[in-house]
């Protein structure tokens, strides 16, 4: 559980009142407020990479995130993530669990979630995914919804477990993760996040994404894509733009953009190498299948 004070000093970076009614609305609230405010990004994890740093990865325990995040801006990858957000949601009452997931459906877990039971009702809230809306998980019908222009998400409950599929900016296709392990403690979100350190996309080139108003915004490498609801615009960043837009654009802390740039990470991200991309998929999102 999340101390009273650094509760209260979250919900005023969140911009929302902490005592939220525990209803679908609060809950709503609470977890747009989250993808407005804080974003999926790898800053920290590739700076502790980078530089070698011993012990646990940043982020990992939800106090560590939230300390970073007020303080610097930072998020985190989907282990660190999914753990500050379980947290932030019991300490405010919510009944949260934390589940598995495998994100492009590749057959083992690779994915933190989390999924609240609310009058009956489960509803999926994901630090990576960013949907602004909590997904209603149906176990026995499909669901397609847009939550607005830029957010599309289609559910699939398969003969085995729901597959959530969504879009990235970076990603031309349906990004599919099925859910998995249901529940699951810290220490397994512990133990698959210290296993993200030599296995992961995340871990060589930078890569963050955030929702505002009217765009979503990724960069991955040195490239660019803002979605808006006219479409995605793609454009090559030099190092300074890098820098200047996680400052700017990101909100990052000059302190942590400029460590994270000495540790080498910087460099590495401007290599040119293969793009951020999902694999050919064997399974299909609803709305592309006949009927």
């Not at 300490?91 to 590749?106: Q, V």
């Not at 942590?256 to 999102?285: C, D, N, Q, T, Y």
């Amino acid at each position: 559980m999340i101390s009273s004070q650094l509760l209260v000093s979250i919900y005023q970076k969140l911009g929302i009142p902490i005592d939220i009614p525990e209803n679908l609305e609060g809950l709503t609230k609470l977890y747009q407020a989250w993808c407005f405010n804080v974003p999926f990004d790898n800053i920290r994890k590739m700076s502790a990479l980078f530089n070698s740093e011993p012990g646990a990865l940043p982020g990992a325990e939800a106090d560590d995130f939230f300390n970073s995040w007020l303080e610097h801006g930072t998020g985190g990858t989907c282990w660190a993530g999914s753990n500050a957000l379980f947290s932030l949601l019991s300490s405010t009452g919510f009944e949260a669990r934390r589940i598995s997931g495998s994100m492009m459906d590749i057959g083992f877990p690779n994915h933190g979630s989390i999924i609240v039971t609310l009058e009956g009702k489960e509803y999926l809230l994901d630090s990576s995914i960013l949907s602004n809306h909590p997904i209603q998980i149906y176990r026995d019908k499909v669901l397609i919804e847009d939550f607005d222009p830029l957010i599309h998400i289609e559910t699939d409950p398969t003969e085995d477990m729901p597959i959530i599929w969504f879009r990235v900016p970076n990603v031309p296709s349906l990004v599919p993760c099925r859910l998995l392990h249901d529940p699951v403690n810290l220490e397994y979100y512990l133990s698959h996040y210290e296993n993200s350190r030599t296995n992961s996309p995340f871990n060589q080139k930078l890569h963050i994404r955030k929702n505002f108003s009217e765009k979503i915004q990724t960069i991955h490498g040195c490239q660019q894509h803002t979605k808006t609801k006219e479409g995605v615009q793609v454009k090559e960043l030099s190092s300074q733009e890098v820098k200047n837009t996680l400052l700017q654009d990101f909100g990052i802390s000059e302190f942590m953009v400029e460590h994270w740039a000495a540790s080498g990470a910087l460099e590495a991200s401007m290599e040119p190498g293969k793009s951020f991309g999902p694999p050919p998929f064997s399974i299909r999102p609803p709305s592309s299948k006949e009927g």
